[in-house]
Antibody, heavy 120, light 110 residues
Framework: QLQLQESGPGLVKPSETLSLTCSVS??????????WGWIRRPPGKGLEWIGS???????YYSPSLKRRVTISVDRSRTQFSLKLTSVTAADTAVYYC????????????WGQGTLVTVSS | QSALTQPASVSGSPGQSITISCTGT?????????VSWYQHHPGKAPKLMIY???KRPSGVSDRFSGSKSGNTASLTISGLQAEDEADYSC??????????FGGGTKLTVL
């Protein structure tokens, strides 16, 4: 069964770059039947879609985050990553990685989530 | 793109049915049959309850059902149980090849 696990710093200073990695086990990352994505949930708020990437390299980002976000796939390590630059307190959230179905709205695997706090 | 509109909260008694609405535009909810619903308990990953408007993943109770009319999608939970108490969020594909979520609805089982 596919398993996803987020990793990265739990504390990031304002104006710095938030970097998270999602390690994928129990399945292949190298196909375009699925996309690999990131979603976050700020404290007291709803879910927010950050972006997604396909193994082939196509990337799609939330318009509100597009200028600051990069999602990439590391083919050699079976993992994908999220980088969010120039963070502020508003970027404090639980970040989730997930796998979604390219041809529908199903998502079938999620990481457990990791809390990232932006504070000096 | 703006977040989809959901009521902040709904409530119901055990055994009753409730419906949560999710309103978007013709560029998202109304334009595609790619609406999904998630159940979210604190400290846990969101759980997919409905996808492609009406489909239920394996293992999800048939008490959960989805529908759509125009730019509004709905999640109905019948035979409410205490364990259904959670936050529920809708999501839709958009014309920009992106996804958008609703603000979330807190379901309270009285």
């Amino acid at each position: 069964q596919l398993q996803l696990q987020e990793s990265g710093p739990g504390l990031v200073k304002p104006s710095e770059t938030l970097s998270l990695t999602c390690s994928v086990s129990g399945g292949s990352i190298s196909n375009d039947l699925h996309y690999w994505g990131w979603i976050r949930r700020p404290p007291g708020k709803g879910l927010e879609w950050i972006g997604s990437v396909y193994f082939s390299g196509s990337m799609y980002y939330s318009p509100s985050l597009k200028r600051r976000v990069t999602i990439s796939v590391d083919r050699s390590r079976t993992q994908f990553s999220l980088k969010l630059t120039s963070v502020t307190a508003a970027d404090t959230a639980v970040y989730y990685c997930l796998r979604g179905d390219r041809y529908g709205s199903a998502t079938d695997s999620w990481g457990q989530g990791t809390l990232v706090t932006v504070s000096s | 793109q703006s977040a989809l509109t959901q009521p902040a909260s709904v409530s119901g008694s055990p055994g009753q049915s409730i419906t949560i609405s999710c309103t978007g535009t013709s560029s998202d909810v109304g334009g595609y049959n790619y609406v999904s619903w998630y159940q979210h308990h604190p400290g846990k990953a969101p759980k997919l309850m409905i996808y492609d408007v009406t489909k239920r993943p394996s293992g999800v109770s048939d008490r959960f059902s989805g529908s759509k009319s125009g730019n509004t999608a709905s999640l109905t939970i019948s035979g409410l149980q205490a364990e259904d108490e959670a936050d529920y969020s809708c999501s839709s594909y958009t014309s920009s090849n992106t996804w958008v979520f609703g603000g979330g609805t807190k379901l309270t089982v009285l």
